[in-house]
């Protein structure tokens, strides 16, 4: 290799490696952080620990607290994901199958939700919420996370019913099988990649979700585990150590789940981009 | 139904298509309804709520009966805090656009191709965009802490008085975008990572073949004919730019004096935390229109693309 051709990789090396310092810098601060005593953390902010102090990470460990929230997450997340599976995938199925007056019009109108901030909407939400009598339970971030997340599933899952052949439907119909049967015979067991995808993307959009349980949620026997983090950290204001095992904890369930569920996620932004 | 077939084939297929009206409908009456009711109560109707409340003062308690016309919109466009608000929005929609993207075109263009070295770069500059916003911004404000924090760190090494960056005015909303762009450009490059790998491998040979530099290459072939993926990616990060909170809320909060507001942290610190639903309703509704506007502009930009 002469120096004509090894300039640019060389150069192309040091951009990646000043992007991935940039990246997992924080990152490895904190969870390192997390075994630092104070004294440390204020004369050594980024090295790795002169002392592994495992007590920060194992008081969370041993804190019923923060079980609770990441259960209450959890519950959230999979409730979410499952109502915005079934329903939109119902929806998705009947736009895709059946020719009907109103079809388009009634699509458009579901996929409007694709434009707007869900911010804009969030007082009268919370009206909403609390008329309906759901403030300060599951429901109150299920149902609007379910809502709000229609618009898109909606329109992954119409593109991919499309795709699948048609005569399948017309010899199921034959022997009798009708529209919603044929839905939960065929058309969801030959879903599964779909399913998959929207289903991650839902999930880590809840998992992840601050302003809504900020909302709509009071009572910290159902904080989200991002409501009891900031509630932690202004509990221990200067105590950085505790909060970053608390984020460090949370940060490591979200890198396997991104590692085991990359497949899914990379063909989600691919299907959105060749859309576009 | 087969019996029928070999006795009247005449008449088989009105059954036939009876049966299959009933089951078109009783699957239009069962599978729609959930999706029309779920997102008319939790998206449709709190928007027309919102225009509704934005006219009233109200604390959000009885009914609102105190009519105050545009008044909420006059307090809104009369507060200084409002438009440092708006500022900061345009701020970060600005960054985002015009140098997070071209950072994120950048190292898609340089690990686009298949290797086992490019697959573990990619992961690592998607990893942000996965981490919840609250731990992200938790975490870089342990960064810029000028106790304990690295910043303060680098201050000392450098011989000079640790400075806090996230209580200065001056720096405040500066760090806040770079926090965003963290979070956000791994996920614009991805997709333009998957969009590179779409362009067809006989037309860079071509180019090359012409005698086209790599610069030439990628200005006249690579990026026009990812010219979609970088529409969309534009479209999210102005979408994302409008509605920044959860980054904001654990790195300043807001503060210092109000100086790092963006809309939706004013709407909410403003509007919620203080009860005024009518206020708050006001400035969800200048939101609601400023996106609608952005993706008009945004529609009309692409079909005149399309068309020349």
Redesign the interface.
Known sequence: MNAFRFLPALG?AA??LV??G??????T??VF?GFKT?GE??V???GIPQQWDFEFYAAMLGDPAFWRYMGNSLIISLLTVFLTL???A??A??FA??R?LGSRM?QA??LA?L??????????????VRDLGLLDSYWAVI??Q???G??LS?MLFKTFFEQLPKDLFEAA??E?C???RF?WQFTLPLSTPILATVGVFVF?QS??N??LPL?VINSRELFTW?LG??QF?GEYLSE?NR??AF?SL??LP??A???AA?KY??AG??G???K? | ?KMTELAAPGLAPSI?SR??FT??T???L???P???V??T???????F??AY?SLFKWD?YGTPTDFIGLDNFKQALGHAVFWQAVRNTLIVLAVSVFVQLPIAL??AL??YEKTPANTL?R??????F??????SG???S??F?G????A??LFHALGMEPVFILADRHWAFAAITLVVV?KYF??HM??YI??LQ?VPKEMLEAARLEGAGRWAIVRHVQVPMIA??I??SV?FSI?GS??L??VV??LTNGGPSNSTHTI?TY??TF??TRTR?GF??AV??M??VA??AF?VLYQRQISKGSRS
Do not use: C
């Not at chain 1, 940039?22 to 990152?27: A, D, I, R, S």
């Not at chain 1, 434009?115 to 909403?128: E, Q």
């Not at chain 2, 109560?41 to 928007?47: M, T």
């Open positions: 192309k951009v990646l992007f991935t940039f990246v997992l810098g924080p990152l601060v904190a952080g104070n953390l204020r050594n902010p980024f079934i329903v939109s119902a929806a199925y009947v199958q059946i009907f009634m109108y579901l939700g434009v707007f901030p869900f911010a804009t909407a969030i007082l009268p939400l919370f009206i909403k149902l609007p379910t809502a709000f229609l618009s909606i119909h034959v009798g009708g529209y919603v839905f880590v998992w992840n601050f302003l909302v991002p983090m900031m950290r950085w909060t970053l984020i949370t940060i979200a890198v789940f991104f590692i990359q996620i990379v932004l691919t959105g981009a060749v576009g | 139904m036939r049966g299959r089951s078109q009783s699957a239009l069962l599978m729609l959930p999706a029309l779920l997102f109560l939790f998206v449709a109707l709190p928007l709520d919102a409340y959000g950048g190292l340089l690990i770069f992961l690592i500059f998607f990893l942000p996965i981490l919840a916003e609250v731990a938790l975490i870089w342990f960064v802490d106790n304990t924090g690295v303060a760190a963290w791994g996920f991805m997709i998957a969009a779409g979609s993926a529409g969309v479209f979408v409008l509605q909170f959860d809320i654990p939706v709407l909410y509007g919620l639903i708050g309703s969800g509704v939101l609601f996106a609608v993706a």
